[in-house]
């Protein structure tokens, strides 16, 4: 026999059974219609037990299509739970991924810090140390110049004091006076400053630093520079 379609949808097999049964319980019906009058009580009984077999496979049937119902209800949501503990199992190690990059990152920055920090020397609070601090930095940035350059300039311009400043000349008539260990006047000091050293021209390697910076621009190096610059 052809399987039963409707629009869009395949019949199931209770639907199918139940379809069966009650074209069974129909036609049982018809043929308790059809007995002649004659047959007497028996065909009377047989006539009243239709409507009590109709109610009971029914009702067979009514159970058979809750329990069908209920088990494709339980399978969806037995699936939904299988893609919900797939998806937070996902979140759960993305989110463990992403824990771990940034555990490995803040190492790695704290080992290049204790790196950086064992490989930067320390230096004396004294013209000694602020030459030599100078001229560590100096090197980084590529710029010309030696201890014995830096030192005889040095003693040349403030004989070593850093808060040296000079309140005669042209520069301080002009209202910059030239200031610190190497007499820079404040717009040369703004001009070369370096990065990384204080913004202060009293500040004695910032001091330095510019200024060698501006006699390597203007002389090639502080070496060349041996009388008022």
Known sequence: MSEINTPGRRLTKAHKRSFATVAAL????LAATLVPGGAGNSGQAEAAAVPAAWTQVAGAVQAETVQANLAAQQAV??????QAAAAKAKADAAAKAEAEAKAKKAREAKAAASRAAARTPV???????????ALFIMKKEGIPGTYHGI???????????????????????????????????YPTFKAYHVPGTKFDQYDPV????????YAADRYGTIDNVNSAY
Do not use: T, Y
Not at 77 to 82: L, S
Not at 153 to 177: F, H, Q, T, Y
Not at 206 to 212: D, K, R, Y
């Open 26 to 29: 129909g036609a049982a019906a």
């Open 77 to 82: 949501a037995a699936k939904a739970a299988q």
């Open 123 to 133: 230096f004396a609070n004294n013209l000694d140390g602020w030459i030599k601090e």
């Open 151 to 185: 030192h005889k300039n040095v003693m040349r311009e403030s004989s070593g004091n850093p808060l040296a400043i000079n309140n005669w000349d042209i520069n301080a008539k002009n209202g910059v006076p030239s200031k610190g260990l190497l007499q820079v006047i």
């Open 206 to 213: 910032a001091n330095i630093v510019a200024a060698c910076n």
